[in-house]
């Protein structure tokens, strides 16, 4: 009775620590889009404290079995009920970036490894000591995710491609909607909802929601919101490695295609600048002969890029004089910007709420774009005018009183400096709240470096989020001679935020750089 007792504890305590790793592990998998080479890349990152808290539990059960002969089955089994009891309850304070969302994917993903798993530890308890399978209990949790992923990458692609090929016959029915794809590295899905407000109140238009620019998100789109009605489709596209582009202009077929810019982003799976750029820039190339490519001449990557392509193209700079539309006499203030832009030898003044160049960038592509639709200049002007704020990309907001300029989606090289040009021109004191930058590659920590040293003179106070992943912005700021007793690291935004409300005034300013996910906010 008693063997059978202490069996039923064990196995309690191994679903326990499986649900727990488990749901952990298809997080972390979601977060990293469900490709086996980012999750791996997570999973052997030593920064990787709940895996590690798998390795503390390993050694310790393996101490207690080594140096307590006599009683060390006991001392074992309490240590692992203690541990579940204390990660259990751990996971039930534990606020996350972004929780696991419960797809109808994710769905089928839990019935594979729930069945992988209950049979692991009904093979492993004929297998392992009660005490060592809690460890693989542990560790299989983890490195289940691939036989998972293998098992169900068969169904997964035959769904994406049932519905992708309805969202091709939806697309081809509404032969009349003039499509617009955007990418670039970054400044896409502010330029998107951008060109939807300056156009939108002229033309009845549908875009991709949110950050929908993976194929899957775009055929949600589609086949979930995209009507006969509709005059122009807006679609957002992202990529993250050679061949994406390509596949979503083949996909979508635009009319009209936009590159807001490129740089160093997602270096990690591209490898090279010189990918990144052929693989933007095809969504010019691979417009039809009378479509209109509209680019952005600022960017130095898209300016020495020889475009193999017939079609117009459309080029908008703030620095670059030799664009077709060029903003001139540029204002920032804490209500917005101004600034002129010559249209046919004709001077017109524009107003948003918005800030930063790059949102100014992005608004003379909605003005282009406006212009080849037709739409008259003085509705231009005025839609600019009623541009809405772009939710998390340097989105002015009161928070309990306090001015916080929200800029969390997503940090890149020239965003983010931008973003502390920004607040080095707004009052009281000016407080920097960030993680650093992630998917650089090899040029992460430099580049992390570069944004620390660049915070000097425009931040008057610097609150990091994760003493490892902020260490190259440490550095960085450190070099600069920014005055170490006005750098803050805290573990969580929580802690950050708890920081501010405690130590700042409603009358200064905080920018919230970055908000990453919990697969790298460590």
């Not at 977060?31 to 390795?55: D, P």
């Not at 939806?170 to 998107?192: C, F, P």
């Not at 003085?378 to 340097?394: A, M, P, S, T």
């Not at 190259?472 to 920081?499: C, H, P, Q, S, W």
């Amino acid at each position: 009775m008693r063997d059978i007792l202490v069996i039923m504890l064990y196995l309690t305590v191994y679903l326990s620590l499986s649900f727990i790793y488990c749901k952990h592990s298809l997080q972390m998998f979601q977060q990293n889009r469900y490709e086996l080479y980012r999750y791996s890349k997570w999973l052997f990152n030593k920064k990787n404290l709940r895996f590690s808290y798998g390795i503390i539990y390993a050694v310790n059960v393996l101490l207690i079995g080594t140096f307590f002969r006599k009683s060390g089955a006991f001392l074992c089994m309490f240590f692992s009920v203690a541990f579940a009891i204390f990660m259990i309850e751990r996971e039930s304070r534990k606020v996350y970036v972004k929780d696991l969302v419960l797809t109808a994917r994710v769905r089928r993903q839990i019935v594979v490894m729930t069945t992988l798993m209950s049979l692991f530890i009904i093979a492993g308890s004929n297998v392992f000591p009660n005490d060592v399978l809690g460890i693989a209990v542990i560790i299989m949790s983890y490195l289940m995710i691939y036989p998972m992923a293998v098992i169900t990458k068969p169904l997964e692609e035959l769904i994406k491609k049932k519905y992708e090929n309805e969202a091709r016959k939806i697309l081809e029915e509404n032969d009349r909607i003039i499509k617009i794809g955007i990418t670039g590295s970054y400044g896409k899905t502010s330029t998107k909802n951008i060109v939807n407000d300056i156009i939108g109140e002229n033309r009845f238009t549908l875009i991709t929601p949110a950050s929908y620019n993976t194929p899957m998100g775009i055929t949600r789109t589609i086949r979930e919101r995209l009507k006969p009605v509709h005059e122009v489709f807006v679609c957002e596209m992202g990529a993250d490695k050679v061949g994406d582009i390509s596949y979503l202009m083949d996909f979508v077929k635009p009319q009209y295609g936009v590159v807001t810019s490129i740089g160093p982003q997602h270096l990690n799976t591209f490898k090279t600048m010189e990918n990144i750029v052929n693989e933007k820039m095809q969504e010019i190339e691979m417009l039809p002969s009378d479509g209109v490519g509209f680019i952005n001449l600022d960017n130095e990557f898209i300016k020495e890029y020889k475009i193999k392509n017939n079609c117009k193209v459309v080029s908008v700079g703030i620095d670059n004089k030799e664009a077709d539309y060029v903003a001139e006499d540029i204002d920032y203030d804490k209500d917005g910007s101004k600034f002129t832009v010559t249209i046919n030898k004709k001077k017109y003044k524009f107003s948003t709420s918005l800030l930063g160049r790059h949102n100014i960038t992005n608004i003379l592509i909605g003005i282009a774009i406006g212009i080849e639709l037709g739409i008259s200049l003085k509705d231009i002007v005025k839609n600019v005018k009623n541009i809405h704020q772009v939710e998390h990309r340097l989105e002015v907001k009161k928070i309990n009183g306090y001015t916080f300029i929200d800029d969390a989606f997503n940090s890149n090289p020239v965003g983010s400096k931008m973003a502390l040009d920004v607040l080095e021109m707004m009052p009281g004191k000016r407080v920097i709240v960030t993680p650093g930058m992630i998917d650089l590659g090899e040029k992460e920590d430099e580049i992390n470096k570069e944004f620390g040293s660049y915070m000097l003179d425009k931040a008057d106070h610097v609150i990091l989020v994760g003493e490892l992943q902020t260490k190259a912005v440490l550095e960085g700021l450190k070099e600069a001679g920014f005055k170490e007793k006005n750098i803050t690291v805290v573990k969580t935004v929580r802690e950050a935020f708890d920081y501010v409300y405690r130590n700042f005034s409603v009358k200064d300013t905080i920018l919230l750089e970055n908000d990453l996910p919990d697969a790298f906010n460590v």
